[in-house]
């Protein structure tokens, strides 16, 4: 019988977060098997090019006295787990130790477990707190009264200096405005129930999870999603009530936070899923909290493998569709030259380029697809401290766009749209890929 093969040519498979052991929050423990890890990672460094942590970790090794990891002192560990945004990229695409390799290299579940060990231990700034709390921010800055008197202050660079002096928000990184009419309002004529035509894997009617971002503050591709859906025979209702997925709190290693927001959703979820409705959302973020860190913070929880196994990506969905000849091709209008930022959370739900696929459909259509991280990651980008390095992040994205000269410039992710826009300082204003594909329809 041939054993193990060598690297990473088995598919990566992911353990189960053991979050709720003790041990887990052991710190002496920790630091053991960062080091084990870390020493794995110098004698490869595969993934240097991925994100700041690699860099962070290799110069703290050739900078020390043994210029191997035993000379990397303990305290100085954070500095790696504070530049890593668990895009999971290294795990799914680069390192060639991951189970079920015998080293079992997980640096992604190591520094959430490294994260949620500290906020244990020391909890969160008020910044960090509030910029993950995209509930509270919602419910009080996106109305009439108060979304135009905070869009304003945004804008003006005095009070973008007094909020990086108060805060740490740096001045100068992209933030999204609030609206006054969210997106649930917006969908909240859509039917609570209908039929659907079922093809292959999918249902044929969708439940959309808003997510706070495209609810609270760009909620304009929500509506595009219902149209795109409707055009091609497939209903579309919204979740009857939702709370943040949980992403922003996992992120900051608040795994209890997580807890709370998996016990709002996914009861609604999981009865939406068995009256009939497949489920999506326009933030692969989200998509991902969904199909993957829930379900591995919660492998026992029937309802979270339910949901988990009826959530798509919307490109995903239209795919899957469209193999069983259920895509509608009528497209009205080419979209010229498209430089599409495809999205780190979407790449790593291991589905293939489902955007670049219906992309790809629509005549007169010229994609530059640019698989690189932005450097946003949510709440990364617009933190004093880490600001410059985000913008070093985008910069080959941005001259990647620059060189096509593009008519158009999309993301899955929308943040990531806007960081590359707002680092480009010209050309085109960035736009979800649902609404291209919208235009495309011409509905």
């Given at each position: 019988?041939?054993?193990?093969?060598?690297?990473n040519?088995?598919?990566?498979?992911r353990?189960?977060?053991d979050?709720?052991?003790?041990?887990?929050?052991?710190?002496?423990?920790?630091?053991?098997e960062?080091?084990?890890?870390f020493d794995?990672?110098?004698g490869?460094?595969?993934?240097v090019s991925?994100?700041?942590s690699?860099?962070?970790?290799f110069d703290?090794v050739d900078?020390?006295?043994?210029?191997?990891?035993d000379?990397v002192a303990?305290a100085?560990?954070?500095?790696?787990?504070?530049?890593?945004?668990?895009?999971?990229?290294c795990?799914?695409?680069?390192?060639?130790?991951?189970p079920p390799h015998e080293w079992n290299?997980?640096?992604?579940h190591?520094?959430?477990r490294?994260?949620?060990v500290?906020?244990?231990?020391?909890?969160a700034?008020?910044?960090d707190?509030?910029l993950?709390?995209?509930?509270?921010?919602g419910?009080?800055?996106a109305?009439?009264v108060?979304?135009?008197?905070?869009?304003?202050a945004?804008?003006?660079?005095?009070?973008r200096g007094?909020l990086?002096r108060?805060?740490g928000?740096?001045?100068?990184a992209?933030?999204?405005?609030y609206?006054?009419?969210?997106?649930?309002?917006?969908?909240?004529?859509l039917p609570?129930d209908?039929?659907g035509?079922?093809?292959?894997r999918?249902?044929g009617?969708?439940a959309?999870?808003?997510?706070?971002?495209?609810?609270?503050?760009e909620?304009?591709?929500g509506?595009?999603?219902?149209?795109?859906?409707?055009h091609?025979?497939?209903p579309v209702?919204?979740a009857?009530?939702?709370?943040?997925?949980?992403m922003?709190?996992?992120?900051?290693?608040?795994?209890e936070?997580?807890?709370?927001?998996?016990?709002e959703?996914i009861?609604?979820?999981?009865?939406?899923v068995d009256?009939?409705?497949?489920?999506t959302?326009?933030?692969?973020?989200c998509?991902?909290m969904?199909k993957?860190?829930?379900?591995?913070?919660?492998?026992e929880?029937?309802?979270?493998?339910k949901?988990?196994?009826?959530f798509f990506?919307p490109f995903?969905?239209?795919?899957l569709?469209?193999?069983d000849?259920?895509?509608k091709?009528?497209?009205?209008?080419?979209?010229?030259?498209?430089?599409?930022?495809a999205?780190c959370?979407?790449?790593?739900?291991?589905?293939?380029?489902?955007?670049?696929?219906?992309?790809?459909?629509?005549?007169?259509t010229t994609l530059?697809?640019?698989?690189?991280?932005?450097?946003?990651d949510?709440?990364?980008?617009?933190?004093?401290e880490?600001?410059d390095?985000a913008?070093k992040?985008v910069?080959p994205?941005?001259?990647?766009?620059n060189a096509v000269?593009p008519?158009?410039?999309?993301?899955?992710?929308?943040?990531?749209?806007?960081h590359?826009?707002?680092?480009?300082?010209?050309?085109c204003a960035?736009e979800h890929?649902?609404t291209?594909?919208?235009?495309?329809?011409g509905?």
């Amino acid at each position: 019988m041939a054993g193990p093969r060598e690297g990473n040519l088995e598919a990566p498979t992911r353990h189960p977060l053991d979050w709720r052991n003790p041990d887990f929050y052991d710190e002496a423990s920790l630091l053991k098997e960062m080091e084990r890890v870390f020493d794995i990672c110098h004698g490869c460094r595969r993934c240097v090019s991925l994100c700041q942590s690699f860099p962070v970790l290799f110069d703290l090794v050739d900078e020390s006295e043994t210029m191997e990891v035993d000379g990397v002192a303990k305290a100085d560990y954070w500095k790696v787990v504070d530049q890593c945004y668990l895009c999971d990229l290294c795990y799914m695409t680069k390192c060639p130790y991951v189970p079920p390799h015998e080293w079992n290299c997980d640096l992604p579940h190591l520094m959430l477990r490294a994260k949620a060990v500290r906020h244990k231990k020391e909890g969160a700034n008020f910044r960090d707190r509030t910029l993950t709390s995209t509930d509270l921010m919602g419910a009080l800055v996106a109305n009439p009264v108060v979304a135009p008197l905070a869009n304003a202050a945004n804008r003006s660079e005095k009070l973008r200096g007094v909020l990086d002096r108060a805060m740490g928000v740096h001045p100068k990184a992209w933030v999204p405005e609030y609206t006054t009419n969210k997106l649930r309002n917006r969908l909240s004529a859509l039917p609570a129930d209908t039929k659907g035509e079922p093809a292959g894997r999918t249902t044929g009617k969708i439940a959309l999870f808003a997510t706070c971002y495209m609810n609270a503050n760009e909620p304009a591709p929500g509506e595009d999603l219902v149209a795109v859906f409707e055009h091609n025979g497939i209903p579309v209702t919204i979740a009857q009530k939702e709370k943040c997925c949980g992403m922003p709190k996992l992120e900051l290693g608040d795994l209890e936070a997580v807890q709370r927001a998996r016990d709002e959703n996914i009861p609604t979820l999981a009865k939406l899923v068995d009256e009939g409705w497949d489920l999506t959302a326009l933030v692969p973020s989200c998509v991902l909290m969904f199909k993957q860190e829930l379900p591995l913070m919660f492998p026992e929880d029937k309802d979270v493998q339910k949901v988990r196994a009826a959530f798509f990506d919307p490109f995903e969905y239209l795919m899957l569709r469209h193999k069983d000849g259920k895509l509608k091709t009528d497209f009205r209008n080419g979209l010229g030259k498209v430089a599409y930022h495809a999205a780190c959370h979407q790449r790593v739900q291991n589905i293939g380029p489902k955007t670049k696929e219906i992309l790809s459909l629509i005549p007169d259509t010229t994609l530059e697809i640019i698989e690189r991280c932005s450097g946003h990651d949510g709440t990364y980008a617009v933190k004093t401290e880490f600001h410059d390095l985000a913008m070093k992040i985008v910069r080959p994205v941005v001259a990647r766009v620059n060189a096509v000269e593009p008519d158009r410039l999309s993301s899955d992710c929308a943040m990531a749209g806007h960081h590359i826009a707002h680092a480009r300082a010209q050309g085109c204003a960035p736009e979800h890929p649902i609404t291209l594909l919208r235009k495309a329809y011409g509905v």
